[in-house]
């Protein structure tokens, strides 16, 4: 079992940064694939990074690539996700999300457990 809690959300204007952190607990975090996601009013929730049990380079989605940064400390049960260079339509709740399986994963039915979501918005 895992609980996760996303904080660090905000309110940002373009062009500017957030770091976005996911806490979890669980003696088996460093076991799990994990995953940001985000859903804007209106729309599918999607997937936006994610970084495999034993860390390494991050995966991305195309519209966040060489913005967005996601890393792991699996000392602390966090995975960060630094987001930089932000645009309006980044504005979205984003949700921390945790897989089971190895490997990385773009679709939420991979994902075991999710977080609460924390909000973001950027201001043109």
């Known amino acids: 079992q895992v609980q996760l809690v996303e904080s660090g959300g905000g309110l940002v204007q373009a062009g500017g940064s957030l770091r976005l952190s996911c806490a979890a607990s669980?003696?088996?975090?460093?076991?799990?694939?994990m995953g940001w996601f985000r859903q804007a009013p209106g729309k599918e929730r999607e997937f936006v990074a994610a970084?495999?049990?034993?860390?390494?380079?991050?995966h991305y989605a195309d519209s966040v690539k060489g913005r967005f940064t996601i890393s792991r400390d699996n000392a602390k049960n966090t995975v960060p996700l630094q987001m930089n260079s932000l645009k309006p339509e980044d504005t979205a709740v984003y949700y921390c999300?945790?897989?089971?399986?190895?490997?990385?994963?773009?679709?939420?039915?991979?994902?075991?457990?999710w977080g609460q979501g924390t909000q973001v918005t950027v201001s043109s």
């Open positions: 999300a945790a897989s089971q399986y190895s490997g990385i994963y773009y679709n939420t039915g991979r994902y075991d457990y």
């Open positions: 669980g003696r088996t975090f460093s076991r799990y694939t």
């Open positions: 970084i495999s049990w034993s860390g390494g380079s991050g």
